[in-house]
């Protein structure tokens, strides 16, 4: 899916629209700016009451409501920034470096 | 039988804008621009021209309404001059790399300071790489024709670029010349009508002006530059079918007096007419002397300017702007990086002159003509290039 979604969004010189305009809205989805980060969040789901700062306080929005009602990055757009773990008044993200 | 009318430069300017049939126009009082927009506004206010004509607070908010106006599709037209160019500099690059067809004229004056209101190059040679088409007028009947050359040229699906028409300023826009003006019925539809393929409109909406990450800037600029180069071809076809039209032809670089002449002279601009003036003596005495004049400045026209040089040995390039800290002027650069890489190449002396409205005779290009040739044989000036008429003490 990732690799997919990058293809669309670093395009050759040829295939710009006129004035690299933007001709769809949300296009900014298809650029993956998670690339660059160095620590991940990691959450504990047993430690986690589903309150939604973590998602409130992400400035990507990558902090996702999963299926159980936990939350989860999506590593795509997080740049570990940290704030999810800063903020989680129930101290269930810590930050794991990325090795790799 | 056409017939020719005397007037004002500027006059007729303002006249071809108004037959490209311009939706809006952005102005602000510049010397020596401003007879063109004054006109444009009387025309609007009689209602022989139905524009919208906005008076603005600054040269800046003028090119900024223009991106605006050309954005959301209408065909646009402003002028200015010298420090209002300046002003412009940093829209001037976003108007090209929107992709936006306005039509711009550059009434040519130095820039300050001194505080200068005379011609020069000095103002559009701050902008050599803004990414606009620039091509420079001789004549005012040339002035006249390059403004509706130019809405054609900018109205081109392949082109849908930013185009500057520069007129020295005084020296031709002030001028009371006879011209042939066309009827509107003449111009038919030598003038497409202006349609653009993108641009905001509130039923199919669009982003104009995105950030350009790393990943697309390089490719946003490269677009821009092929669009610029590949802009020659359409040029060269909309004046070869005024030539075919009309019956007046013109070329990116013009010639008078080549035939095996082995000096050249290079111009830009009005002072031309006077450099033709010192070629006919020059000739008269048998001296081998020719004028070669740019007229398409922007996308430089490498190949027919090689070709235009291909059998002199020494061109005298003519420069009306001081390049502070370069080893010669804009033009000397731009000719001698021309020639650079070609096996046999003529010798290019450089020559400063014209500043700051100071008279251009006939005078100055006999002696720049025996300056060269006395380069050409006992070699070359200290400077790479020389500054006509400076007085030392």
């Known amino acids: ?100 | 039988m056409p017939t020719r009318t005397p007037m004002e430069v500027s006059i007729a300017v303002a006249k071809a804008v108004q037959q490209a049939d311009v939706d809006v126009i952005a102005a602000y009082p510049i010397t020596p621009q401003t007879h063109i927009v004054e006109h444009l506004s009387e025309l609007v206010a009689n209602g022989e021209l139905q524009a919208h004509f906005m008076n603005v607070e600054s040269e800046h908010s003028a090119i900024s309404a223009m991106v605006g106006a050309a954005a959301a599709g209408a065909s646009t037209f402003t002028a200015t001059s010298s420090q209002g160019l300046a002003l412009m500099h940093e829209i001037l690059f976003i108007a090209a790399s929107l992709r936006l067809p306005i039509v711009m004229v550059v009434a040519n004056r130095a820039l300050s300071g001194p505080i200068s209101i005379w011609n020069d190059h000095s103002d559009i040679m701050a902008e050599r790489d803004i990414g606009w088409i620039q091509v420079f007028c001789e004549t005012g009947q040339e002035a006249y024709d390059a403004i509706l050359h130019a809405f054609r040229v900018v109205r081109d699906p392949n082109v849908v670029l930013p185009m500057v028409v520069n007129i020295d300023g005084f020296n031709l826009t002030h001028v009371i010349e006879p011209i042939y003006l066309f009827e509107q019925e003449e111009l038919g539809d030598y003038l497409p009508e202006h349609r653009q393929s993108l641009k905001l409109d509130i039923d199919h909406p669009i982003t104009m002006g995105p950030v350009g990450i790393p990943e697309v800037y390089t490719e946003a600029k490269k677009q821009v530059e092929d669009a610029l180069i590949n802009s020659k071809q359409v040029i060269l076809a909309a004046w070869q079918e005024f030539g075919r039209r009309f019956g007046r032809a013109y070329a990116p670089i013009e010639t008078y007096r080549v035939e095996d002449a082995q000096i050249l002279l290079m111009t830009m601009g009005v002072i031309s007419r006077t450099a033709m003036g010192a070629v006919d003596r020059l000739r008269d005495a048998g001296k081998p002397v020719g004028l070669i004049r740019c007229r398409l400045w922007r996308p430089f026209p490498l190949p027919e300017f090689r070709e235009a040089v291909r059998q002199a040995s020494i061109i005298a390039v003519i420069d009306r702007h001081i390049s502070l800290g370069a080893h010669s002027g804009p033009v000397g650069q731009e000719v001698r990086s021309a020639l650079y890489t070609l096996p046999n190449r003529p010798q290019v002396f450089d020559f400063v002159l014209g500043l700051g409205g100071r008279d251009v005779t006939v005078h100055d290009f006999l002696e720049i003509v025996e300056l060269a040739e006395q380069y050409a044989t006992q070699g070359p000036p200290e400077s790479e290039y020389t500054l006509i008429g400076l007085r030392e003490v």
């Open chain 1, 1 to 100: 899916m990732a690799e997919k979604v990058e293809k669309r969004a670093i395009i050759g010189w040829r295939n710009l629209a006129l004035g690299c305009a933007i001709l769809e809205p949300g296009s900014s989805m298809h650029l993956l700016t998670g690339t660059w980060r160095l620590q991940r969040p990691v959450v504990d789901p047993e430690k986690c009451n589903q309150c939604g700062l973590c998602h409130i306080y992400c400035p990507d929005l990558a902090m996702t409501k999963t299926a159980a009602g936990t939350y989860e990055p999506d590593l795509n757009y997080c740049k570990g920034c940290g704030i999810c773990a800063e903020e989680c008044p129930k101290d269930a993200i810590t930050l794991v470096e990325e090795k790799e």
